[in-house]
C-alpha cells in the first residue's frame, strides 16, 4: 500500500456533483419529488438542485440528450447525502417507503444508510452519521465499520409526525464513491497525493479515503468497471464533482503536490482541474 507525508485540508468538504443526464426535466423532476431537493439555479441546458431553506447548490444536472449509458466504465458508484440526524433519516424513509423499495442498507457502526438508484442508473446513498465519540477504531487506529442490518422500525419511529417535504437544511454532500479501473492507483493518487488518509483497503477490491478523522470523503471500487478502458466522451452519470478547501492556502498546498508528483492539472480562475487516474474529473476550489 502507497505510503503518504502529506495531508490534505482537514476541514475538505464535497462541493457541486454534476451529472450528464438524458432527460433533464424528469431527472429534475425525480430529485424534487423522491429526493426532497430544490432547484436553486438554472442555466441554458443545465438545472442546479440543492437545499431549499438555505439555497446551498449540492447537485447540477447537464442536458445530453445524446448520452449513453456506460454501466462498466470509471465514472460514479453512488452520490451520498449526507443527513443531519436519525430522525431525518427516518423522515426521508417513510417518504420514500411510502411509493417505492430501497436497493438496500446498512448499519455501518459509524453511520446508517440507505440505498436507491435514480431513474438513469446513478447510485444514491442517503445517511447520518453516528456521534464521532460513539466511532471505535481497530488496534490499528482504522476507524471500525462493517454492514449490518437496519433496524426500519426504529427509524422510522424517531422521525416527525409532518409530512416530508424537503431535506433539512444542515444536508451536504457527505461523500462521493466512484468507480476505477484499478483500486491501487486510487489509492496512490487520493492517499498518496491528494493527502487524504486511508480509512479502509480492500485489496483489489476497494478503498476509502477521508480528510480530518472522517470516515470516508471518497470511496473507489472496482466491482464493476475492474480494467476498463476511459470513459466514452458521449457518457452520462459523472461529469465533475468538487472538493472545497478551506482556504486558499490549503488549495495552495494540493497544487505544490500535484507539480511535485508530475501530475497534470488546469488553473480555471482560482479553481483547479485535475483528472484521477480512472478519468474522473475534480475541481479544487475555496
Given at each position: ?84 440526524t436519525r430522525a431525518d433519516l427516518g423522515h426521508w424513509l417513510r ?192
Open positions: 500500500m502507497s505510503t503518504k507525508n502529506f495531508e490534505i485540508d482537514t476541514d475538505l468538504e464535497i462541493g457541486l456533483t454534476t451529472l450528464n443526464v438524458k432527460d433533464l426535466k424528469g431527472m429534475v423532476r425525480y430529485y424534487e419529488d423522491v429526493i426532497g431537493l430544490s432547484v436553486v439555479d438554472e442555466d441554458y441546458g443545465s438545472m442546479t438542485l440543492g437545499i431549499a431553506a438555505t439555497k446551498r447548490p449540492l447537485l447540477r444536472l447537464i442536458n445530453k440528450r445524446d448520452g449513453q449509458a456506460y454501466p462498466q466504465s470509471p465514472g460514479l458508484f453512488h452520490i451520498a447525502f449526507l443527513l443531519p417518504h420514500f417507503a411510502q411509493t417505492r423499495q430501497l436497493d438496500g442498507a446498512g448499519d455501518h457502526l459509524v453511520s446508517e444508510a440507505l440505498y436507491l438508484t435514480d431513474p438513469e442508473g446513478n447510485g444514491i446513498e442517503i445517511y447520518w452519521d453516528r456521534p464521532r465519540s460513539e466511532w471505535t477504531t481497530d488496534t490499528d487506529g482504522k476507524i471500525q465499520m462493517d454492514t449490518l442490518r437496519v433496524d426500519f422500525g426504529s427509524l422510522i419511529a424517531e422521525a416527525p409526525t409532518a409530512p416530508f417535504t424537503k431535506l433539512p437544511a444542515g444536508t451536504v454532500m457527505g461523500h462521493i464513491h466512484l468507480q476505477v479501473d484499478d483500486v491501487n492507483n486510487a489509492q496512490a493518487f487520493y492517499h498518496s497525493v491528494l493527502g487524504f488518509e486511508t480509512a479502509a483497503f480492500i485489496s483489489n477490491q476497494a478503498g476509502f479515503f477521508g480528510a480530518g478523522g472522517y470516515h470516508h470523503h471518497i470511496g473507489a471500487n472496482v466491482w464493476k468497471s475492474r480494467g476498463a478502458g476511459p470513459r466514452p466522451a458521449d457518457a452520462l452519470g459523472l461529469d465533475r464533482f468538487e472538493l472545497i478547501f478551506s482556504s486558499q492556502q490549503k488549495l495552495d498546498e494540493v497544487v505544490e503536490q500535484l507539480k511535485s508528483a508530475d501530475v497534470p492539472y488546469d488553473q480555471i480562475g482560482r479553481a483547479i482541474e485535475v483528472i484521477d487516474p480512472a478519468g474522473n474529473k475534480i475541481i479544487l476550489k475555496t
